[in-house]
């Protein structure tokens, strides 16, 4: 079955240390993107990226970076730039990046950083 | 600019009741309209979609109408199920990066 494959599930670390959260797709989407889901809020953009090779800032990417060396695979790192990092963060995929194009959504990492 | 509004929640329905999540947008261009649902500890599933005025998007039992002259999509269920407790999220679309969540409402049903 295609789907999106976020890894861990859990993930824990100290102050100060860098950490990558892995997102792998297999449904050939062009269109990649990360999230920050946080209590009682709605999910705010990280990163997105349309095309290999090629990646945007979205509404909250200070302390994140991220790459796009292949198509199936946008790896997100949480820097110790990061002032508040413990949240659930979100990958995501679509098609394209036309209007109606649903995303596509991983289980999510929760991060906890202490 | 650019946003979703939608029903604070949380939403406690017993079995068998009817299910209305209001959601509202800006409407700037023409966006496509989205529902997910999110069940503990997972990510986002879509639920339905409408990309144009008066279009009726359904699913599972769920349905909602894009209204262009009240900006809406709100989201119902004539009987909702125990299975149906999850958070549920009204979206718009309007291009790559042009996509708006709302903040999400809690629907718990109680047997």
């Known amino acids: 079955d295609g789907g999106i494959t976020q890894s861990p599930k859990y993930l824990f670390r100290k102050e100060g240390q860098n950490v990558t959260l892995s997102c792998e797709q297999n449904?050939?989407?062009?269109?990649m993107y990360w999230y920050r889901q946080d209590p009682g809020q709605g999910l705010r953009l990280i990163y997105y990226s349309q095309i290999v090779n090629d990646f945007q800032k979205g509404d909250i990417a200070e302390g994140y970076s991220v790459s796009r060396e292949k198509k199936e695979s946008f790896p997100l790192t949480v820097t110790s730039a990061q002032k508040n990092p413990t949240a659930f963060y979100l990958c995501?995929?679509?098609?394209?990046?036309?209007?109606?194009?649903?995303?596509?959504f991983g289980n999510g990492t929760r991060l906890t950083v202490t | 600019g650019d946003s979703v509004t939608q029903m604070e929640g949380p939403v406690t329905l017993s079995e068998e009741a009817f299910l209305t999540i209001n959601c509202t947008y800006t409407a700037t261009g023409y966006p496509s309209l989205f529902w997910y649902v999110q069940y503990p500890g997972e990510g986002l599933q879509l639920l339905l979609k409408?990309?144009?005025?008066?279009d009726k998007g359904s699913n599972k039992g769920f349905e909602a109408t894009y209204r262009k002259e009240t900006t809406s999509f709100h989201l119902e269920k004539g009987s909702v199920q125990v299975s149906d407790s999850a958070v549920y999220f009204c979206a718009r679309r309007a291009g790559a990066n042009n996509l708006f969540f709302g903040t999400g409402t809690r629907l718990t049903v109680i047997p």
């Open positions: 995501a995929s679509s098609i394209g990046y036309r209007s109606d194009s649903p995303l596509h």
């Open positions: 449904l050939n989407h062009d269109a």
């Open positions: 409408a990309t144009k005025a008066d």
